[in-house]
């Protein structure tokens, strides 16, 4: 069954997003990332640009098939043709059709009321689907 985390308090979407996918690259995870096209659009380019020496691979999922199949991120506003079910992480404010799929999913939260109010409905539809919830709460692990 898919492990479910929800990492709560993220203070920028797109940054923390940055830090995370360089993360899972790192330790050789394969990553699709799902969202509004305008906001994997945002991310595109700001993966150019995060880290003036420390690039993360990745393409949207619609480049040609072996670059697709050669990228450890995927960016992807439909999980349908998705190559690899390793890490999925939500930037969106839907529960992503086909999360189920994946090995881990991760969902990012900020401190947006309309968004944690629509993280409130998917964590509520994990639960109710029987899925073990993680809770990574960042404003706790910043506390000394």
Same mark, same amino acid.
């Given at each position: ?8 308090? /993220?203070? $920028?979407?797109?940054?923390?997003? =940055? ?12 990553? /699709?990332? !799902? ?13 150019? !640009? ?8 990745? =393409?949207?999922? *619609?480049?040609?098939?072996?670059? /697709? ?12 043709? =998705? ?8 930037? *969106?404010?839907?529960?992503?059709? *086909? ?9 990012? /939260? !900020?401190?947006?009321? $309309? $968004? ?10 994990? !639960? $109710? ?16």
């Amino acid at each position: 069954m898919t492990e479910v985390a929800f990492h709560f308090n /993220v203070p $920028d979407k797109l940054q923390y997003s =940055c830090r995370l996918l360089r993360k899972a690259w790192g330790s050789g995870a394969r990553v /699709v990332v !799902t969202g509004e096209a305008e906001t994997l659009r945002r991310l595109d380019q700001l993966l150019w !640009t995060f880290a003036a020496l420390e690039f993360v691979p990745h =393409c949207q999922l *619609g480049a040609p098939a072996a670059t /697709v199949a050669a990228t450890p991120v995927l960016l992807a506003d439909a999980l349908d043709a =998705c190559p690899h079910h390793e890490v999925l992480v939500n930037l *969106g404010q839907e529960v992503p059709v *086909g999360f189920e799929r994946f090995e881990r999913f991760i969902e990012l /939260v !900020t401190l947006a009321d $309309d $968004d944690r109010a629509a993280a409130r409905n998917r964590w509520k539809h994990y !639960t $109710d689907c029987g899925y073990a919830m993680k809770r990574h709460d960042l404003a706790q692990e910043a506390r000394p």
